[in-house]
């Protein structure tokens, strides 16, 4: 898999239209072929920041993107940016969820922290969860 990422920082000006142009993106965007998942979000403490994730099942695919009109009018619109903007690619050889975590967490009392933990299995699942005494609310 390959990941394209971009962050970008706009004038407040023109954050609305940047929205829009970014939802408008996302359905054709995801509908192409090879694409696995295309996300866009804006930041939540800098409301001037977009972000985009696509990621593509094999770098030719990406690559086709890249040639296609799509991409070429995101380009135009990193012109539009308030600073620099990032762009990355990558590629992601491994990807693993929260089992993962309980994988890693299974065998833990205390973390290096000092936070509790419970791990229970059932139906051959991990769960970990806090001792009951760490959500009472006063």
């Not at 394209?4 to 829009?20: G, M």
């Not at 509908?31 to 994730?53: D, I, K, N, S, Y």
């Not at 991409?71 to 990807?95: C, H, I, Q, W």
């Not at 419970?118 to 760490?134: K, V, Y």
Request: glycine share 6%; net charge negative; charged share 25%.
């Amino acid at each position: 898999m390959v990941r394209l990422t971009i962050e970008l920082v706009v004038s407040e000006e023109l954050c609305e239209q940047v929205a829009r142009y970014f939802r408008a993106l996302v359905g054709p965007t995801s509908a192409a072929p090879g694409c696995v998942r295309c996300t866009a979000c804006r930041g939540l403490m800098e409301p001037r920041q977009f972000f985009l994730r696509v990621e593509w099942s094999t770098r030719e695919d990406l690559e086709a993107y890249m040639r296609s009109n799509s991409f070429g009018s995101l380009l135009n619109l990193l012109d539009l940016a308030y600073k620099s903007p990032r762009v990355s690619f990558e590629t992601v050889t491994e990807v693993k969820g929260l089992e993962y975590v309980a994988e890693v967490r299974s065998t833990a009392t205390q973390d290096p922290n000092g936070a509790r933990v419970r791990a229970e299995q059932t139906n051959g699942d991990i769960a970990l969860r806090p001792p009951e005494e760490d959500f009472q609310i006063n």
